[in-house]
Protein backbone atom coordinates (compact mmCIF):
# COMPACT_ATOMS: atom_id res chain seq x y z
CA UNK A 1 0.00 0.00 0.00
CA UNK A 2 1.27 3.28 -1.28
CA UNK A 3 0.59 6.03 1.31
CA UNK A 4 1.10 9.72 -0.23
CA UNK A 5 1.27 13.14 2.30
CA UNK A 6 -0.17 15.71 0.26
CA UNK A 7 -0.93 17.93 3.40
CA UNK A 8 -1.10 17.66 7.57
CA UNK A 9 2.89 16.51 7.09
CA UNK A 10 4.50 18.42 9.92
CA UNK A 11 1.60 20.62 10.12
CA UNK A 12 -2.08 21.11 11.86
CA UNK A 13 -4.09 22.11 8.80
CA UNK A 14 -5.15 20.99 5.02
CA UNK A 15 -4.88 17.18 6.17
CA UNK A 16 -4.98 15.17 3.27
CA UNK A 17 -3.66 11.43 2.63
CA UNK A 18 -3.78 9.70 -1.01
CA UNK A 19 -3.90 5.73 -0.80
CA UNK A 20 -2.79 3.75 -3.85
CA UNK A 21 -2.91 6.81 -5.62
CA UNK A 22 -7.02 6.43 -5.78
CA UNK A 23 -8.45 7.00 -2.65
CA UNK A 24 -8.42 10.17 -1.03
CA UNK A 25 -8.42 10.62 2.85
CA UNK A 26 -9.48 14.21 3.81
CA UNK A 27 -8.57 16.95 1.64
CA UNK A 28 -8.96 19.93 4.26
CA UNK A 29 -7.19 23.45 4.08
CA UNK A 30 -4.91 25.49 6.77
CA UNK A 31 -7.03 28.28 7.75
CA UNK A 32 -4.98 31.69 7.66
CA UNK A 33 -3.72 34.91 5.72
CA UNK A 34 -3.46 33.28 3.08
CA UNK A 35 -5.70 29.82 3.34
CA UNK A 36 -3.39 27.08 2.08
CA UNK A 37 -4.07 23.97 0.48
CA UNK A 38 -2.96 20.31 0.24
CA UNK A 39 -0.66 19.38 -2.47
CA UNK A 40 -2.70 18.41 -5.64
CA UNK A 41 -5.55 21.26 -5.85
CA UNK A 42 -6.98 20.89 -8.93
CA UNK A 43 -4.60 18.03 -10.09
CA UNK A 44 -5.18 15.20 -7.59
CA UNK A 45 -8.04 12.74 -9.48
CA UNK A 46 -9.16 9.94 -6.84
CA UNK A 47 -12.41 7.53 -7.14
CA UNK A 48 -13.54 7.87 -3.79
CA UNK A 49 -12.87 10.67 -1.19
CA UNK A 50 -13.13 9.19 2.89
CA UNK A 51 -13.92 12.19 5.38
CA UNK A 52 -12.81 11.62 8.91
CA UNK A 53 -14.70 14.38 9.74
CA UNK A 54 -16.31 18.16 9.13
CA UNK A 55 -13.69 20.61 10.27
CA UNK A 56 -12.24 22.57 7.80
CA UNK A 57 -9.05 21.20 8.34
CA UNK A 58 -10.12 17.84 6.81
CA UNK A 59 -12.55 18.98 4.58
CA UNK A 60 -12.19 22.42 3.84
CA UNK A 61 -11.38 21.62 0.29
CA UNK A 62 -13.29 19.14 -0.63
CA UNK A 63 -15.39 21.02 -3.09
CA UNK A 64 -12.97 21.32 -5.23
CA UNK A 65 -13.08 17.75 -6.16
CA UNK A 66 -16.74 18.53 -7.92
CA UNK A 67 -15.30 19.96 -11.15
CA UNK A 68 -16.68 17.61 -13.49
CA UNK A 69 -19.63 18.47 -14.23
CA UNK A 70 -20.98 14.66 -15.03
CA UNK A 71 -21.61 13.19 -12.05
CA UNK A 72 -19.90 9.97 -13.23
CA UNK A 73 -16.95 11.60 -13.10
CA UNK A 74 -16.68 12.70 -10.35
CA UNK A 75 -15.11 10.86 -7.32
CA UNK A 76 -17.84 9.23 -4.33
CA UNK A 77 -17.66 10.92 -1.06
CA UNK A 78 -18.01 8.85 1.95
CA UNK A 79 -18.99 10.23 5.46
CA UNK A 80 -20.77 9.60 8.58
CA UNK A 81 -24.46 11.88 7.93
CA UNK A 82 -23.33 14.19 10.29
CA UNK A 83 -19.93 14.87 8.75
CA UNK A 84 -22.11 15.46 5.46
CA UNK A 85 -24.29 17.95 6.43
CA UNK A 86 -21.49 19.82 8.52
CA UNK A 87 -19.26 19.98 5.98
CA UNK A 88 -21.33 21.44 3.51
CA UNK A 89 -22.77 23.90 5.99
CA UNK A 90 -19.35 25.05 6.76
CA UNK A 91 -18.16 24.88 2.76
CA UNK A 92 -21.66 27.14 1.90
CA UNK A 93 -20.20 29.73 4.76
CA UNK A 94 -16.78 29.85 3.84
CA UNK A 95 -18.12 30.98 0.23
CA UNK A 96 -20.24 33.62 1.91
CA UNK A 97 -17.15 35.19 4.35
CA UNK A 98 -14.92 34.79 0.82
CA UNK A 99 -17.58 37.05 -0.58
CA UNK A 100 -16.31 35.65 -4.34
CA UNK A 101 -12.62 36.51 -3.95
CA UNK A 102 -9.88 33.55 -3.30
CA UNK A 103 -12.31 30.57 -3.18
CA UNK A 104 -11.05 27.65 -5.23
CA UNK A 105 -14.68 26.55 -5.56
CA UNK A 106 -18.21 27.45 -6.51
CA UNK A 107 -21.88 26.99 -4.86
CA UNK A 108 -22.44 24.64 -7.62
CA UNK A 109 -19.40 22.54 -6.56
CA UNK A 110 -21.00 22.45 -2.87
CA UNK A 111 -23.88 21.56 -4.26
CA UNK A 112 -22.29 18.90 -6.45
CA UNK A 113 -20.99 17.07 -3.43
CA UNK A 114 -24.74 15.76 -2.50
CA UNK A 115 -24.75 13.64 -5.30
CA UNK A 116 -21.69 11.96 -4.57
CA UNK A 117 -22.45 11.70 -0.93
CA UNK A 118 -22.58 7.93 0.86
CA UNK A 119 -23.46 7.83 4.08
CA UNK A 120 -22.05 4.88 6.51
CA UNK A 121 -22.57 4.34 10.38
CA UNK A 122 -19.50 3.52 12.69
CA UNK A 123 -18.74 -0.34 12.18
CA UNK A 124 -20.10 -0.57 8.58
CA UNK A 125 -17.42 -1.92 6.18
CA UNK A 126 -18.18 -0.80 2.81
CA UNK A 127 -15.73 -0.66 -0.97
CA UNK A 128 -14.21 2.97 -1.90
CA UNK A 129 -12.48 2.66 -4.72
CA UNK A 130 -11.38 -0.96 -5.04
CA UNK A 131 -10.38 -0.42 -0.44
CA UNK A 132 -12.25 -2.08 2.29
CA UNK A 133 -12.81 0.67 4.83
CA UNK A 134 -14.47 0.90 7.97
CA UNK A 135 -15.70 3.65 10.65
CA UNK A 136 -14.54 3.90 13.88
CA UNK A 137 -15.80 6.70 16.67
CA UNK A 138 -13.08 8.56 17.25
CA UNK A 139 -14.60 11.01 20.09
CA UNK A 140 -13.56 13.70 18.99
CA UNK A 141 -16.40 15.59 17.49
CA UNK A 142 -19.96 14.20 16.66
CA UNK A 143 -19.83 12.15 13.82
CA UNK A 144 -15.65 11.88 13.58
CA UNK A 145 -14.04 8.81 12.86
CA UNK A 146 -11.09 6.69 12.68
CA UNK A 147 -10.66 5.37 9.24
CA UNK A 148 -9.72 1.69 8.68
CA UNK A 149 -8.30 1.29 5.11
CA UNK A 150 -7.84 -2.60 4.37
CA UNK A 151 -5.36 -3.50 0.93
CA UNK A 152 -8.53 -5.95 -0.49
CA UNK A 153 -11.66 -5.00 -1.62
CA UNK A 154 -14.89 -5.24 0.21
CA UNK A 155 -14.96 -9.35 1.18
CA UNK A 156 -11.48 -10.08 1.02
CA UNK A 157 -8.77 -9.12 3.43
CA UNK A 158 -5.63 -7.49 1.52
CA UNK A 159 -1.88 -7.88 2.76
CA UNK A 160 -1.92 -4.27 4.45
CA UNK A 161 -4.30 -2.41 6.86
CA UNK A 162 -4.05 1.34 7.65
CA UNK A 163 -5.44 3.02 10.35
CA UNK A 164 -5.60 6.67 9.33
CA UNK A 165 -6.71 7.77 13.41
CA UNK A 166 -7.82 11.15 12.56
CA UNK A 167 -8.15 13.55 15.03
CA UNK A 168 -9.18 11.73 18.03
CA UNK A 169 -10.23 12.15 21.67
CA UNK A 170 -8.98 8.85 24.80
CA UNK A 171 -11.22 11.19 27.20
CA UNK A 172 -14.95 11.55 27.46
CA UNK A 173 -16.08 14.78 27.04
CA UNK A 174 -19.82 16.14 27.82
CA UNK A 175 -21.17 14.99 24.73
CA UNK A 176 -19.12 12.11 23.63
CA UNK A 177 -17.46 9.36 24.68
CA UNK A 178 -13.88 8.94 24.16
CA UNK A 179 -12.19 6.75 21.63
CA UNK A 180 -11.78 2.81 22.57
CA UNK A 181 -11.63 1.26 19.09
CA UNK A 182 -8.20 -0.11 18.49
CA UNK A 183 -8.32 -2.26 15.17
CA UNK A 184 -5.34 -4.50 14.38
CA UNK A 185 -3.48 -2.37 11.98
CA UNK A 186 -0.16 -2.75 9.83
CA UNK A 187 0.57 0.91 9.85
CA UNK A 188 -0.77 3.85 11.92
CA UNK A 189 -1.11 7.16 10.65
CA UNK A 190 -1.43 8.92 13.57
CA UNK A 191 -2.34 12.64 14.78
CA UNK A 192 0.05 14.69 17.03
CA UNK A 193 -1.58 17.45 18.07
CA UNK A 194 -0.80 17.11 21.78
CA UNK A 195 2.45 15.33 21.15
CA UNK A 196 4.31 16.47 24.24
CA UNK A 197 0.63 18.18 26.30
CA UNK A 198 -0.46 16.52 29.24
CA UNK A 199 -3.70 17.80 30.29
CA UNK A 200 -5.20 17.80 33.53
CA UNK A 201 -8.58 16.21 33.90
CA UNK A 202 -11.41 17.05 32.16
CA UNK A 203 -13.17 17.95 35.28
CA UNK A 204 -10.66 19.94 36.81
CA UNK A 205 -10.29 21.79 33.81
CA UNK A 206 -14.56 22.47 34.30
CA UNK A 207 -14.15 23.05 37.78
CA UNK A 208 -11.63 26.07 36.60
CA UNK A 209 -13.42 27.11 34.07
CA UNK A 210 -16.47 27.55 35.90
CA UNK A 211 -14.56 28.91 39.14
CA UNK A 212 -12.86 32.19 36.89
CA UNK A 213 -16.45 32.64 35.10
CA UNK A 214 -18.53 33.15 38.45
CA UNK A 215 -15.55 35.18 39.91
CA UNK A 216 -16.00 37.56 36.66
CA UNK A 217 -19.16 37.93 36.90
CA UNK A 218 -19.23 38.44 40.59
CA UNK A 219 -17.07 41.66 40.03
CA UNK A 220 -19.30 42.68 37.09
CA UNK A 221 -17.19 41.46 33.97
CA UNK A 222 -17.82 40.08 30.62
CA UNK A 223 -16.77 36.53 29.77
CA UNK A 224 -16.06 35.87 26.10
CA UNK A 225 -15.76 32.41 24.77
CA UNK A 226 -14.28 32.05 21.78
CA UNK A 227 -14.46 28.47 20.99
CA UNK A 228 -15.24 26.58 17.30
CA UNK A 229 -18.46 26.05 16.06
CA UNK A 230 -18.56 22.07 15.91
CA UNK A 231 -17.93 20.56 19.04
CA UNK A 232 -16.36 23.02 21.13
CA UNK A 233 -19.47 25.57 20.85
CA UNK A 234 -21.80 22.41 21.99
CA UNK A 235 -19.39 21.61 25.01
CA UNK A 236 -19.10 25.09 26.26
CA UNK A 237 -22.85 25.42 26.30
CA UNK A 238 -23.32 21.81 27.84
CA UNK A 239 -20.48 23.26 30.55
CA UNK A 240 -22.01 26.27 31.51
CA UNK A 241 -25.95 24.33 31.56
CA UNK A 242 -24.60 22.13 34.22
CA UNK A 243 -23.26 24.71 35.94
CA UNK A 244 -26.28 26.95 36.15
CA UNK A 245 -24.69 29.75 34.25
CA UNK A 246 -26.77 31.64 31.75
CA UNK A 247 -25.07 32.35 28.39
CA UNK A 248 -25.44 33.99 25.10
CA UNK A 249 -24.60 31.91 22.00
CA UNK A 250 -23.42 33.53 18.92
CA UNK A 251 -21.89 32.69 15.45
CA UNK A 252 -22.03 29.83 13.32
CA UNK A 253 -22.05 27.54 16.59
CA UNK A 254 -26.02 27.98 16.60
CA UNK A 255 -26.47 25.89 13.74
CA UNK A 256 -24.17 23.53 14.27
CA UNK A 257 -26.25 23.17 17.65
CA UNK A 258 -29.46 22.47 15.84
CA UNK A 259 -27.61 19.81 13.49
CA UNK A 260 -26.42 17.61 16.14
CA UNK A 261 -29.96 17.93 18.12
CA UNK A 262 -31.21 16.19 14.79
CA UNK A 263 -28.79 13.32 14.97
CA UNK A 264 -29.19 12.11 18.23
CA UNK A 265 -27.56 8.74 17.66
CA UNK A 266 -24.29 10.37 17.69
CA UNK A 267 -24.33 12.20 20.97
CA UNK A 268 -23.36 10.14 24.16
CA UNK A 269 -26.11 12.30 25.79
CA UNK A 270 -28.22 13.88 23.62
CA UNK A 271 -30.66 15.06 26.23
CA UNK A 272 -27.69 17.09 27.67
CA UNK A 273 -27.70 19.27 24.86
CA UNK A 274 -31.33 19.28 24.74
CA UNK A 275 -30.42 21.37 27.93
CA UNK A 276 -27.41 23.06 26.91
CA UNK A 277 -29.54 24.57 23.95
CA UNK A 278 -32.72 25.49 26.50
CA UNK A 279 -30.03 27.02 28.61
CA UNK A 280 -28.10 29.58 26.06
CA UNK A 281 -29.73 32.76 24.39
CA UNK A 282 -29.50 32.76 20.62
CA UNK A 283 -28.00 36.25 19.27
CA UNK A 284 -29.38 36.74 15.78
CA UNK A 285 -26.59 39.81 15.45
CA UNK A 286 -29.58 42.41 14.99
CA UNK A 287 -27.52 45.74 14.47
CA UNK A 288 -26.26 46.63 17.81
CA UNK A 289 -27.29 43.98 19.79
CA UNK A 290 -23.84 42.46 20.27
CA UNK A 291 -22.12 45.55 21.66
CA UNK A 292 -25.01 45.49 23.91
CA UNK A 293 -24.68 42.61 25.08
CA UNK A 294 -20.73 42.66 25.58
CA UNK A 295 -21.55 45.62 28.04
CA UNK A 296 -23.72 43.28 30.16
CA UNK A 297 -22.26 40.81 32.69
CA UNK A 298 -22.82 37.67 30.71
CA UNK A 299 -21.45 34.76 29.19
CA UNK A 300 -20.74 34.82 25.29
CA UNK A 301 -19.83 31.88 23.46
CA UNK A 302 -18.90 32.82 19.78
CA UNK A 303 -17.02 31.73 17.01
CA UNK A 304 -14.63 31.76 15.68
CA UNK A 305 -12.48 29.74 17.99
CA UNK A 306 -8.34 31.42 16.99
CA UNK A 307 -9.91 34.70 16.60
CA UNK A 308 -9.67 34.81 13.16
CA UNK A 309 -13.29 36.06 12.05
CA UNK A 310 -16.79 35.70 13.15
CA UNK A 311 -18.81 37.53 15.73
CA UNK A 312 -15.63 37.25 18.02
CA UNK A 313 -13.97 40.22 16.13
CA UNK A 314 -17.12 42.22 17.44
CA UNK A 315 -16.95 40.94 21.12
CA UNK A 316 -12.97 41.05 21.92
CA UNK A 317 -12.97 44.59 20.68
CA UNK A 318 -15.83 45.65 22.77
CA UNK A 319 -14.53 44.16 26.04
CA UNK A 320 -10.81 44.53 25.74
CA UNK A 321 -10.16 47.88 27.46
CA UNK A 322 -11.94 46.98 30.94
CA UNK A 323 -9.23 44.34 33.08
CA UNK A 324 -12.73 43.32 34.73
CA UNK A 325 -13.46 41.16 31.66
CA UNK A 326 -12.68 37.89 30.64
CA UNK A 327 -11.52 36.38 27.13
CA UNK A 328 -11.75 32.79 28.03
CA UNK A 329 -10.06 30.49 25.02
CA UNK A 330 -11.76 27.08 24.86
CA UNK A 331 -9.10 25.28 23.07
CA UNK A 332 -6.04 24.84 21.14
CA UNK A 333 -4.58 28.02 19.40
CA UNK A 334 -2.72 26.74 16.09
CA UNK A 335 0.59 29.08 15.87
CA UNK A 336 0.21 32.10 14.11
CA UNK A 337 -3.28 32.76 14.58
CA UNK A 338 -4.34 36.03 16.65
CA UNK A 339 -5.48 33.82 19.54
CA UNK A 340 -2.28 32.22 20.04
CA UNK A 341 -0.87 35.74 20.05
CA UNK A 342 -3.09 37.26 22.22
CA UNK A 343 -2.58 34.55 24.46
CA UNK A 344 1.40 34.92 24.04
CA UNK A 345 1.73 38.52 23.78
CA UNK A 346 -1.15 40.25 25.42
CA UNK A 347 -2.26 41.86 21.98
CA UNK A 348 -3.62 40.26 18.57
CA UNK A 349 -4.52 41.47 15.34
CA UNK A 350 -8.05 42.02 14.92
CA UNK A 351 -9.97 43.17 11.61
CA UNK A 352 -6.40 44.35 10.76
CA UNK A 353 -5.75 46.34 13.51
CA UNK A 354 -3.25 45.62 16.55
CA UNK A 355 -5.17 45.89 19.48
CA UNK A 356 -3.54 45.65 23.13
CA UNK A 357 -6.21 43.77 25.38
CA UNK A 358 -6.36 44.66 29.00
CA UNK A 359 -9.11 42.37 29.63
CA UNK A 360 -7.76 38.95 31.41
CA UNK A 361 -7.00 36.69 29.19
CA UNK A 362 -6.68 32.72 29.87
CA UNK A 363 -6.74 29.01 28.17
CA UNK A 364 -8.93 26.48 29.37
CA UNK A 365 -7.68 23.60 27.57
CA UNK A 366 -11.11 21.99 26.89
CA UNK A 367 -9.35 20.37 23.45
CA UNK A 368 -10.69 17.10 21.89
CA UNK A 369 -7.63 15.91 20.88
CA UNK A 370 -5.76 13.19 22.92
CA UNK A 371 -3.15 14.73 25.30
CA UNK A 372 0.28 13.13 25.87
CA UNK A 373 -0.65 10.24 27.69
CA UNK A 374 -3.69 9.42 25.54
CA UNK A 375 -1.88 9.19 22.36
CA UNK A 376 0.78 6.92 24.14
CA UNK A 377 -2.08 4.59 25.86
CA UNK A 378 -3.12 4.31 21.94
CA UNK A 379 0.03 3.58 20.79
CA UNK A 380 0.80 1.35 22.84
CA UNK A 381 -1.33 -1.32 21.35
CA UNK A 382 0.62 -0.40 17.76
CA UNK A 383 3.95 -1.63 18.89
CA UNK A 384 4.59 -4.01 15.81
CA UNK A 385 2.74 -1.10 13.31
CA UNK A 386 4.93 1.54 11.11
CA UNK A 387 3.74 4.47 13.09
CA UNK A 388 2.86 7.54 10.56
CA UNK A 389 3.17 11.03 12.54
CA UNK A 390 1.17 13.84 10.89
CA UNK A 391 -1.22 16.62 12.21
CA UNK A 392 0.71 18.33 14.78
CA UNK A 393 3.52 21.06 15.12
CA UNK A 394 6.79 18.71 16.24
CA UNK A 395 5.68 15.79 13.88
CA UNK A 396 9.49 14.66 13.97
CA UNK A 397 9.95 15.47 17.61
CA UNK A 398 7.50 12.71 18.34
CA UNK A 399 8.64 10.15 15.79
CA UNK A 400 12.31 10.68 16.99
CA UNK A 401 10.34 10.21 20.44
CA UNK A 402 8.40 6.82 19.94
CA UNK A 403 11.67 5.44 17.90
CA UNK A 404 13.42 5.74 21.44
CA UNK A 405 10.63 3.96 22.87
CA UNK A 406 11.68 1.40 20.30
CA UNK A 407 8.41 1.83 17.43
CA UNK A 408 9.02 1.81 13.92
CA UNK A 409 8.13 5.78 13.94
CA UNK A 410 8.44 8.54 11.04
CA UNK A 411 7.06 11.95 10.43
CA UNK A 412 6.86 11.81 6.34
CA UNK A 413 7.17 15.22 4.88
CA UNK A 414 4.38 17.04 2.99
CA UNK A 415 4.54 15.47 -1.11
CA UNK A 416 6.26 12.84 0.49
CA UNK A 417 4.92 8.56 -0.66
CA UNK A 418 5.40 6.06 2.06
CA UNK A 419 5.01 2.47 1.18
CA UNK A 420 3.55 0.18 3.95
ZN1 LIG B 1 -10.74 18.13 14.09
Same mark, same amino acid.
Given at each position: ?????? &???????????????????????????????????????????????????????????? &??????? %?????? @??????????????????????????? /??????????????????????? #?????????????????????? #????????????????????????????????????????????????????? =?????????????? *????? =??????????????????????????????? %???????????????????? $? $???????????????? %?? $?????????????? *???? /?????? $??????????????????? @???????????????????????????????????????????????????????????????????????? /????????????
Amino acid at each position: MEVRFL &GGAGEVGRSALLVDDRLLLDFGVKTGTPTTYPLGLRSVDPEAVVVSHAHLDHAGALPTLM &GAPDAEE %RPEVHW @TPPTDELARLLARDTLRLADGYDCPFT /AEDVRRLMEQSVHHGYREPFEAA #GHRVEFLDAGHVPGSTHVLVDE #GPADTEGDTRLLYTADFNTEDQRLLAGTTARPDADAVAVESTYAFDERPPREE =IETAFVTRVRRTLR *QGGTV =IVPAFAVGRTQEMMAVCARAGVDCYVDGMGT %RVTDLFRRHRDFLRDPDALD $A $AASNARTVDGRPGQRE %RI $AEQSTVVITTSGML *QGGP /AMTYVP $AVRSNPANLVALSGYQVED @TPGRDLLETGSAEIDGRRMPVAAQVEAFDFSAHADRSGLLAFLDDYREATVLVNHGDRCEAFAADRREAGFD /ARAPDRGETVTV
